[in-house]
């Protein structure tokens, strides 16, 4: 049996993959555990809210134009962190079922991404499972949160949105490369 020599999307693809599934394992267990955090981010806010009162009152009572500026974009992102903090219930318990729908999906994503740096035959079996799995999972993220923030909801899943085109990328290079490399070990 012959060593065969590893193509370079074999790398970049498993690097790129590695990392996403990583990122995506960390962001389902954070996504999961969201309704416990927002309470305590709720007590946060009220006390920023306080604290920022007398700087609020003294910009809006200056008619320096800047002080007015500030003054709307700061009253602009705190209405933007109260709507986030005040999202409905339903999703809350979207939340906790998502995250762990992320977790185990890019556990598997990760999972193969490993196995395909490896060459591994089965990882590309794997691959074609997991990155449909994890962009469907992307969308669906992204529909419930448009439904839950409406605009603002396009700040929350920038990220996921960036991810998903970069997995449908990778999806494409798979399906499109040269796999010879992991017939090596087929009779």
């Known amino acids: 049996m ?7 999307w074999v790398t970049a693809v498993s690097i790129i993959a590695i990392v996403l599934g990583g990122f995506g394992a960390m962001g389902g267990m954070q996504e999961a555990m969201s309704p416990l955090m927002i309470e305590q981010q ?27 500026k500030f003054l ?21 318990n979207w939340l906790i079922i998502s ?34 799995l994890s962009i469907a999972l992307g969308f669906t993220r992204t529909y419930f949160a448009y439904a839950a923030f409406e605009d603002m909801a396009s700040w929350i899943m920038g990220g996921t949105m960036i991810a998903i085109v970069i997995e449908i990328i990778l999806l494409l290079i798979i399906i499109k490369a040269d796999k010879a490399p992991y017939r090596q070990f087929e009779a």
Do not use: C, H
Request: aromatic share 16%.
């Open 72 to 92: 709307g974009y700061f009253t602009k992102f705190m209405d933007m962190f109260k709507q986030y903090l005040n999202m409905p219930d339903w999703y809350m």
């Open 99 to 132: 995250g762990i729908l992320s977790m185990a999906i890019n556990a598997f994503y990760l999972y193969a991404a490993v196995l395909l740096m490896q060459l591994k035959p089965q990882s590309i079996r794997y691959l074609y499972i997991a990155l449909p």
């Open 2 to 8: 012959s060593k065969v020599k590893k193509p370079g």
């Open 42 to 68: 709720k007590i946060q806010y009220e006390e920023m809210e306080r604290e920022f009162a007398p700087l609020m009152e003294q910009l809006s009572a200056d008619d320096d134009p800047t002080a007015q």
